[in-house]
């Protein structure tokens, strides 16, 4: 068993984060070019945050404003924060390829973006972290070496 | 102002996300095709003429879904229940086909799979 927590709350925080950086982008590219410059904005905060875990701006909103005012409750739970690192640094690079297309595909930037909404989407509704699978794949194909 | 390429980008999203469904779908059906009939493992100290059914339960230390959800779930169940980790059980977790985790396979009484669930069950 692993002998670290993970504030289960936080994740949240940041996949709700994520969704809605996102869906900002999305609808406001329709208005404004300005709104596109979110897609690479929220790639930095995804790699810094998976870099540093106490530079996450998400879950820094989480633990300073929503946890201490009580809007959102804590729930932490025996786990380990590398999966789900992992996952968010996977989400990352896919938000960092959507930012390398914006200027060739407003299309495609578009889409790889919400691909990557989606999947916070899945993890936030329903608990599944498509990133954490990949992870463990790795893991027992041998490709990543885990503890 | 117009709406044409966003609606363009969902569409593109939405069919990415119904391929992915498909082939998740295709890989679990290859994987269980290929796992039902493999012979599981006894459990420690368990004679092997004697077998009762149990529940192989891949799982690893970092697999947050299997201590939520899964072990709970497995912790109602009468049936013996055998934990492994698949990745330091690699060739047990290549045998079923682990893909996911949690995974769990029903092994019945003849030592045999009957049954294999990828994901939480």
Redesign the interface.
């Known amino acids: 068993m692993a002998a670290s927590t993970v504030d289960h709350s936080a994740l949240k925080v940041n996949q709700a984060g994520i969704i809605l950086t996102i869906l900002v982008a999305f609808a406001g590219s329709a208005f404004s070019v300005w709104f596109e410059l979110l897609i690479p904005a929220l790639a930095v905060v995804m790699l810094l945050g998976t870099w540093r875990p106490d530079l996450a701006l998400f879950k820094q909103i989480y633990f300073n404003f929503l946890k201490p005012r009580g809007i959102v409750k804590p729930r932490v739970v025996e786990d380990s924060p590398v999966p789900h690192n992992f996952a968010q640094g996977l989400g990352g690079v896919f938000v960092v390829i959507a930012s390398v297309l914006l200027p060739l595909s407003l299309l495609l930037a578009l889409a790889v973006s919400l691909l990557v909404a989606v999947l916070a989407f899945i993890n936030l509704a329903f608990g599944y972290c498509v990133g954490c699978q990949v992870y463990f794949l790795l893991g027992r194909t041998g490709v990543l070496k885990q503890a | 102002?117009?709406?044409e390429?966003?609606a363009?980008?969902?569409g593109?999203?939405g069919a990415?996300?119904g391929l992915a469904a498909m082939a998740a779908r295709v890989t679990a059906w290859r994987a269980r095709r290929h796992a039902v009939g493999e012979v599981g493992t006894p459990i420690a100290g368990e004679h092997p003429s004697l077998r009762e059914p149990y529940v192989l339960y891949f799982t690893?230390?970092?697999?947050?879904?299997c201590?939520?959800?899964q072990e709970p779930a497995l912790a109602r169940l009468a049936a013996p229940v055998r934990r492994v980790d698949?990745?330091a059980e690699?060739e047990l977790?290549e045998r079923f086909a682990?893909?996911?985790?949690p995974s769990t396979v029903v092994i019945g009484s003849d030592g045999a799979a009957a049954n294999v669930n990828y994901?939480f069950a």
């Not at chain 2, 690893?60 to 879904?65: G, H, L, P, R, Y």
């Not at chain 2, 682990?98 to 985790?101: A, C, D, G, H, T």
């Open positions: 102002m117009s709406f390429v966003q363009a980008a969902l593109l999203t990415a996300v690893t230390e970092q697999c947050s879904t201590r939520l959800l698949a990745i690699r977790a682990i893909f996911p985790v994901g």
